[in-house]
């Protein structure tokens, strides 16, 4: 509800006249002018609202009760009222022979941000018989919806509004998901802990837009109920108007509201880049090529050898074999180009600090909003491609917006040697992004094939003794970040020839075939 200081700026912003702002503190203060019955056909109740701090009566849970839910989650209704004081209504009877004058009492009165008024709910067959009874006090208008001219009459000059509101309006999708959560608007005030919110919070951060179900299902110690009462409690957002929270495998989950709008225009957006999926080559990886299934046997600099089930081995050279990748004349499985990309991802979020996070999330809230002006348009564009080539490259495109994806970009140059295609393992050390803000910086560029060069600012032997460091992108030129990126130094990284702690691997930059695809990808002449 409304302060009695935010009142009183409402009604000035809106210039109401003297007589309107005397009707609707009148109305304010009252208590319902009657109280409503059930009927035949019609079952009246009470409505907790949590807007208004009190009981709203009903007078059918048809058609009154939906629009009650309607004016509890609707962000632009200020307050509303039950059976306001009467009003008076004149028009003609359905001869048009004489003049008829009724006191008559609305269902609700409603203040909105911009505007102000009564609402009569009636329902859609009820509408049909009155408006052939009293033609002019009902009026079916082109549109489908529902007028009252006498009702408008007397709202006018006051500069408010009457409304009829039909049956037929009503969102039961909305309705349905209304009541399945009531029980924990209005039961007992259950009290959840900090640290279920965060662990809750935190999958939801990392996955935008995740299905309730899986969510539910990822639960360890946190149950239902806690997500549930998130829900209510605007900690977690859900499109109540979109899907039926009962069949939670088609419910998507999202920790506000700006980012589901974004996760929508995100999505309608996207589009798939041509060429093949990403594909990791190793010793051992299967290939589909020319009918048959060959097996990589030896990933050399300069040429590939393949080894086909009668054990003939054929060599191409790496300019012949990303002609075939790119061409689709060669393939891998399925599976493996799925594992691949969704193993990345799933590596590089599960890396992420809650901190990591939320730069993650006000990125992406950026590329949702058409008006967003703090951040360059160059910049959201770059964002934009990057997060779409991340869907198709790992089936998450969200992933891209993380500073510790940012912290395992690596400088591509033109590849020399005839090859194009590396594979790398990259890690990065545990503990939060905050603490290593004060670390020495590096970078680092592939200037060839399968060889690594760091250019450390302090400690150059230990860099060429255990492998070069990843750094966050240099503070200048094109690849400088942006002021929301804290510096992180990235691990080593490590020729898979070593022992590496799995539990310490974040991402594998898989061979690419292609690099103009790479948006965050830099060619040197």
Same mark, same amino acid.
């Given at each position: 509800?409304?302060?009695?200081?935010?009142?009183?700026?409402?009604?000035?912003?809106? /210039?109401?006249?003297?007589?309107?702002?005397?009707?609707?503190?009148?109305? #304010? *203060?009252?208590?319902?002018?009657?109280?409503?019955?059930? /009927?035949?056909?019609?079952? +009246?109740?009470?409505?907790?609202?949590?807007?208004?701090?009190?009981?709203?009566?009903?007078?059918?849970?048809?058609?009154?009760?939906?629009?009650?839910?309607?004016?509890?989650?609707?962000? +632009?209704?200020?307050?509303?009222?039950?059976?306001?004081?009467?009003?008076?209504?004149?028009?003609?009877?359905?001869? !048009?022979?004489? #003049?008829?004058?009724?006191?008559?009492?609305?269902?609700?009165?409603?203040?909105?941000?911009?505007? $102000?008024?009564?609402?009569?709910?009636?329902?859609?067959?009820?509408?049909? =018989?009155?408006?052939?009874?009293?033609?002019?006090?009902?009026?079916?208008?082109? !549109?489908?919806?529902?007028?009252?001219?006498?009702?408008?009459?007397?709202?006018?000059?006051?500069?408010?509004?009457?409304?009829?509101?039909?049956?037929?309006?009503?969102?039961?999708?909305?309705?349905?998901?209304?009541?399945?959560?009531?029980?924990?608007? #209005?039961?007992?005030?259950? +009290?959840?802990?900090?640290?279920?919110?965060?662990?809750?919070?935190?999958?939801?951060?990392?996955?935008?837009?995740?299905?309730?179900? !899986?969510?539910?299902?990822?639960?360890?110690?946190?149950?239902?109920?806690?997500?549930?009462?998130?829900?209510?409690?605007?900690?977690?957002?859900?499109?109540? /108007?979109?899907?039926?929270?009962?069949?939670?495998?088609?419910?998507?989950?999202?920790?506000?509201?700006?980012?589901?709008?974004?996760?929508?225009?995100?999505?309608?957006?996207?589009?798939?880049?041509?060429?093949?999926?990403?594909?990791?080559? *190793?010793?051992?990886?299967?290939?589909?090529?020319?009918?048959?299934?060959?097996?990589?046997?030896?990933?050399?600099?300069?040429?590939?050898?393949?080894?086909?089930?009668?054990?003939?081995?054929?060599?191409?050279?790496?300019?012949?074999?990303?002609?075939?990748?790119?061409?689709?004349?060669?393939?891998?499985?399925?599976?493996?180009?799925?594992?691949?990309?969704?193993?990345?991802? =799933?590596?590089?979020?599960?890396?992420? *600090?809650?901190?990591?996070?939320?730069?993650?999330?006000?990125?992406?809230?950026?590329?949702?909003?058409?008006?967003?002006?703090?951040?360059?348009? @160059?910049?959201?564009?770059?964002?934009?491609?990057?997060?779409?080539?991340?869907?198709?490259?790992?089936?998450?495109?969200?992933?891209?917006?993380?500073?510790?994806?940012?912290?395992?970009?690596?400088?591509?140059?033109?590849?020399?040697?005839?090859?194009?295609?590396?594979?790398?393992?990259?890690?990065?050390?545990?503990?939060?992004?905050?603490?290593?803000?004060? !670390?020495?910086?590096?970078?680092?560029?592939?200037?060839?094939?399968?060889?690594?060069?760091?250019?450390?600012?302090?400690?150059?032997?230990?860099?060429?003794?255990?492998?070069?460091?990843?750094?966050?992108?240099? @503070?200048?030129?094109?690849?400088?970040?942006? $002021?929301?990126? +804290?510096?992180?130094?990235?691990?080593?990284?490590?020729?898979?020839?070593?022992?590496?702690?799995?539990?310490?691997?974040?991402?594998?930059?898989?061979?690419?075939?292609?690099?103009?695809?790479?948006?965050?990808?830099? =060619?040197?002449?």
């Amino acid at each position: 509800m409304l302060s009695a200081n935010a009142f009183e700026q409402w009604c000035q912003r809106l /210039a109401f006249p003297e007589e309107t702002t005397k009707t609707i503190i009148r109305i #304010r *203060s009252s208590p319902p002018s009657r109280l409503v019955r059930s /009927a035949a056909g019609n079952v +009246s109740g009470r409505y907790t609202s949590k807007k208004m701090g009190c009981s709203i009566q009903y007078e059918s849970y048809k058609n009154e009760l939906p629009f009650l839910y309607h004016l509890e989650r609707e962000a +632009s209704v200020l307050e509303f009222y039950d059976q306001p004081e009467k009003i008076e209504l004149v028009y003609q009877n359905k001869d !048009d022979t004489r #003049r008829v004058v009724v006191k008559h009492t609305p269902d609700f009165f409603v203040l909105q941000e911009e505007a $102000a008024g009564w609402v009569e709910c009636k329902m859609e067959e009820d509408l049909v =018989r009155l408006a052939k009874q009293i033609p002019h006090r009902y009026v079916h208008n082109m !549109d489908g919806t529902w007028s009252c001219p006498p009702g408008e009459a007397y709202a006018k000059p006051m500069g408010l509004f009457y409304q009829i509101r039909s049956s037929r309006e009503i969102d039961w999708i909305v309705y349905r998901n209304c009541r399945f959560l009531q029980q924990y608007r #209005r039961g007992p005030r259950v +009290s959840v802990s900090s640290d279920t919110v965060a662990a809750i919070r935190d999958i939801v951060m990392r996955h935008p837009g995740i299905a309730l179900f !899986d969510l539910l299902q990822t639960l360890k110690t946190e149950t239902a109920d806690d997500v549930y009462f998130l829900i209510v409690t605007d900690q977690l957002y859900v499109d109540l /108007a979109h899907t039926l929270l009962e069949e939670p495998e088609k419910v998507q989950v999202f920790p506000d509201q700006k980012v589901a709008e974004t996760h929508t225009t995100m999505n309608s957006s996207s589009f798939s880049y041509p060429g093949p999926a990403m594909l990791s080559i *190793s010793v051992g990886t299967p290939l589909w090529w020319d009918g048959k299934p060959w097996t990589v046997f030896n990933p050399g600099l300069t040429a590939i050898t393949l080894l086909s089930e009668d054990h003939q081995l054929k060599e191409i050279p790496n300019q012949d074999f990303d002609i075939l990748l790119r061409e689709g004349k060669m393939t891998g499985l399925a599976s493996q180009t799925e594992e691949a990309g969704s193993g990345a991802a =799933r590596m590089l979020l599960d890396k992420a *600090s809650p901190k990591h996070l939320e730069v993650a999330l006000e990125r992406y809230r950026a590329l949702g909003n058409q008006a967003e002006r703090s951040v360059p348009p @160059r910049t959201l564009r770059r964002w934009r491609a990057s997060y779409h080539e991340a869907e198709v490259l790992y089936g998450n495109g969200f992933v891209v917006l993380t500073t510790v994806y940012n912290c395992a970009q690596i400088k591509l140059t033109t590849p020399r040697y005839g090859g194009s295609l590396w594979e790398m393992l990259l890690s990065i050390p545990t503990g939060d992004g905050h603490d290593q803000e004060q !670390d020495s910086e590096y970078h680092t560029r592939i200037s060839k094939p399968r060889q690594v060069h760091s250019r450390h600012r302090d400690h150059i032997g230990h860099s060429q003794e255990h492998g070069a460091q990843i750094p966050a992108p240099p @503070r200048t030129g094109r690849h400088a970040p942006s $002021a929301s990126q +804290s510096s992180f130094q990235a691990g080593s990284v490590q020729g898979t020839s070593q022992e590496v702690d799995p539990g310490q691997i974040i991402a594998t930059i898989v061979r690419r075939w292609c690099p103009a695809y790479w948006p965050w990808a830099t =060619r040197e002449v």
